[in-house]
């Protein structure tokens, strides 16, 4: 079987989750400094991406980032080119720890209209997705948000993915599409629910080949995803975390048994730069368990 075959039947089948390590330049600040990793430690840019990428080797190196409970992980990509012992990070992430890796594509969102906000242009998409593909990389995430329920503006986001999903479908790899429903929204439920019959909607248009993966944000109403995780087309619908603690999406997951996570500050929930190398293990090990438990309740 073809590391691509393994990989897909790793993303069908697999038990675990797919940890989202692909902090970008708006969301490192925040992540670092849960960390324990004060805008005053770095003083550029480069330097602030060179703190984020030693977290992320340091997860991906502790004992329980395996496939065992991870199967997959979303990167960012300046970590395309970063190396952990003498590989890539794709490359370390398959060949050491059996981790499907991804790529984030998107370059941050428009200004809200119609109460969603729209990925922005992707310029050099179809270069970066040849040399991502190139070096191993199975599939990408990109990241949009529906702030409210407004069947006009949940109709254009869906559009919006579907758009690039097709880009990245015609460079022979596999698009996550992740219209995030914002957590806080006082219509929260009604917007999931427009948006499950919008993505259904387009799924019902993908041709045979054309397949996808669905990252959500954990509903309302308990298996709300549920057909579309059994469409042919969908190969996997993971949730995330969206501002959750740990323990709430955890504990949402478990009500949503065709949903896996993907979750990113709640995998990271407690890792402090300071800590020992034992401490830190095991903190992050707690943080996989729960995950993993809750992802294949």
């Given at each position: 079987m073809t590391d691509v075959a393994t990989m897909r039947a790793q993303m069908e089948t697999g038990s675990g989750f797919i940890a989202a390590l692909d902090q970008s330049g708006g969301s490192t600040p925040k992540a670092l400094a849960l960390y324990g990793v004060d805008a005053n430690d770095y003083g550029s840019e480069d330097e602030m991406f060179a703190e984020i990428q030693r977290m992320r080797a340091r997860i991906i190196l502790s004992p329980d980032f395996t496939s065992a409970k991870v199967i997959g992980a979303i990167l960012f990509e300046k970590t395309l080119h970063e190396k952990i012992d003498g590989q890539s990070v794709p490359a370390y992430l398959w060949n050491k720890r059996g981790v499907v890796p991804f790529l984030k594509i998107d370059k941050g969102l428009q200004d809200q209209a119609d109460d969603v906000q729209l990925l922005k242009p992707i310029p050099g998409l179809a270069e970066m997705l040849a040399e991502a593909k190139s070096m191993g990389v199975y599939g990408?995430?990109?990241?949009?948000?529906?702030?409210?329920?407004?069947?006009?503006?949940?109709?254009?986001?869906?559009?919006?993915?579907?758009?690039?999903?097709?880009?990245?479908?015609?460079?022979?790899m596999v698009p996550i599409i992740e219209p995030e429903v914002n957590i806080h929204s006082e219509t929260k439920a009604e917007a999931e629910a427009m948006l499950a019959a919008a993505l259904m909607?387009?799924?019902?248009g993908l041709a045979e080949g054309q397949d996808v993966m669905l990252k959500l944000t954990l509903p309302d109403q308990p298996g709300l995803y549920d057909a579309l995780a059994d469409h042919p087309r969908v190969v996997r619908v993971v949730a995330l975390s969206g501002g959750y603690?740990?323990?709430?999406?955890?504990?949402?997951?478990?009500?949503?048994?065709?949903?896996?996570?993907?979750f990113s500050?709640?995998?990271?929930?407690?890792?402090?730069?300071?800590?020992?190398?034992?401490?830190?293990?095991?903190?992050?090990?707690?943080?996989?368990?729960?995950?993993?438990?809750?992802?294949v309740a």
């Open positions: 990408t995430k990109e990241r949009s948000v529906v702030h409210g329920a407004n069947a006009t503006g949940i109709e254009a986001i869906v559009a919006n993915q579907f758009e690039v999903a097709h880009e990245v479908l015609a460079a022979g909607r387009h799924v019902e603690s740990t323990d709430d999406a955890s504990a949402r997951l478990a009500q949503n048994h065709k949903m896996i996570a993907s500050r709640a995998l990271t929930e407690g890792l402090q730069r300071d800590m020992s190398d034992e401490g830190f293990n095991a903190a992050l090990g707690g943080n996989i368990d729960k995950i993993y438990r809750a992802s």
